[in-house]
C-alpha cells in the first residue's frame, strides 16, 4: 500500500511539474497584453491618461520585448506610444507560471510608461 501511494505522489507530481511547462509554453502575445491590462488599472490608468495596449513584438535577435499603446487624455487626444524592454524576446520571459507579469519586467515597463507622462 505505501508502494502504491508513493508512486501516486510521484505521478501526481510530475503530472503538475508537466502542466505548469505546457501552461508557460502556450503563452502567447495576447496573453502578455492581457497581463499588462489587467495591472493598467491599478497603476498607470488611475492617471491622467487611459491607455489601449495595442500590440506586443518579440525580437529575439535583439533580446528586446516592444510594447506598442496609445495614451489618451481627458480631451480625448491620442498619443501613439511604445516601450522597448531589453532582456525578454518571449511571453515565458515575461510571465510567471500563473500568467502574471515577473515584477523585474514590470519595473521596467512601468520605468518606461511612467517617463511618457503615465504616473
Given at each position: ?24 509554453e ?10 499588462i491590462?489587467q ?14 495596449f ?6 529575439t ?15 480625448k ?13 518571449k ?16 519595473d521596467?515597463?512601468n ?9
Amino acid at each position: 500500500m505505501k508502494i502504491n501511494l508513493l508512486v501516486f505522489l510521484s505521478i501526481a507530481a510530475c503530472t503538475h511539474v508537466t502542466s505548469n511547462v505546457k501552461a508557460q509554453e502556450s503563452f502567447s502575445k495576447d496573453t502578455v497584453i492581457t497581463a499588462i491590462d489587467q495591472i493598467c488599472g491599478d497603476v498607470w490608468c488611475e492617471g491622467d491618461y487611459d491607455y489601449k495596449f495595442n500590440s506586443i513584438s518579440f525580437d529575439t535577435k535583439n533580446n528586446t520585448t516592444i510594447l506598442f499603446f496609445q495614451m489618451i487624455d481627458s480631451l480625448k487626444r491620442t498619443y501613439n506610444e511604445k516601450c522597448n524592454i531589453i532582456g525578454y524576446s518571449k511571453p515565458e520571459e515575461i510571465l510567471t507560471s500563473y500568467g502574471s507579469l515577473q515584477s523585474d519586467f514590470y519595473d521596467k515597463l512601468n520605468t518606461c510608461i511612467s517617463s511618457k507622462g503615465g504616473k
